[in-house]
């Protein structure tokens, strides 16, 4: 038991959102015990603007991102950007405890003028000593006809 016990802090500690987690066992009865399990985790929603000129050319950035959204550990980040070599759109999302599982799972989008990317992530990880499976792919996809027609404008 006390093996499992420090395995779960270890895993609780694991999650960038948590900066502190304990286990405290917590008599009963006679026969049964009770855990206590305290954290503290960080929640944070970063949105953030930039304007810049350089050169005679315009860009601006936009991003929004959150980290632990509504205490679930989930990410989302949500992005747009303008300058002189492209436009673009990005969104990201990321479940390390899908459905209420120990299945990750992440999902990327990037638009630009000069391409774009998709991704997508499905794994189960080692979370504890005696897991018997883990596993996982991750696809990406990448529009190659975007890619280079960007490489060629680039070379004129």
Same mark, same amino acid.
């Given at each position: 038991?006390?093996?499992?016990?420090?395995?779960?802090?270890?895993?609780?500690?694991?999650? #960038?959102? +948590?900066?502190?987690?304990?286990?405290?066992?917590?008599?009963?009865?006679g $026969?049964?015990?009770?855990?206590?399990? *305290?954290?503290?985790?960080?929640?944070?929603?970063?949105?953030?603007?930039?304007?810049?000129?350089?050169?005679?050319?315009?860009?601006?950035?936009?991003r929004?991102?959150? $980290?632990?959204?509504?205490?679930?550990?989930q990410?989302?980040?949500?992005?747009?950007?303008?300058?002189?070599?492209?436009?673009?759109?990005?969104?990201?999302?990321? #479940?390390?405890?899908?459905?209420?599982?120990?299945?990750?799972?992440?999902?990327?989008?990037?638009?630009?003028?000069?391409?774009?990317?998709?991704?997508?992530?499905? /794994?189960?990880?080692?979370?504890? +000593?005696?897991? $018997?499976?883990?596993?996982?792919?991750?696809?990406? /996809?990448? #529009?190659?006809? *975007?890619?280079?027609?960007?490489?060629? *404008?680039?070379? *004129?």
């Open positions: 038991m006390h093996r499992v016990v420090q395995e779960t802090e270890r895993v609780l500690r694991g999650n #960038d959102y +948590l900066y502190d987690a304990w286990i405290r066992p917590c008599p009963f009865d $026969k049964t015990v009770d855990l206590e399990v *305290r954290t503290r985790d960080t929640w944070t929603l970063n949105p953030g603007i930039n304007f810049s000129r350089q050169g005679g050319a315009n860009s601006c950035v936009s929004t991102r959150g $980290k632990n959204l509504l205490g679930n550990g990410r989302l980040s949500f992005g747009w950007s303008n300058d002189v070599d492209r436009t673009s759109l990005d969104f990201e999302f990321f #479940d390390p405890h899908f459905h209420s599982t120990w299945t990750r799972l992440g999902v990327a989008y990037s638009d630009a003028d000069d391409g774009s990317t998709k991704a997508i992530r499905v /794994d189960r990880p080692f979370f504890a +000593l005696d897991t $018997k499976r883990a596993g996982g792919v991750y696809l990406y /996809d990448l #529009d190659p006809q *975007r890619a280079a027609l960007r490489i060629r *404008r680039q070379r *004129r």
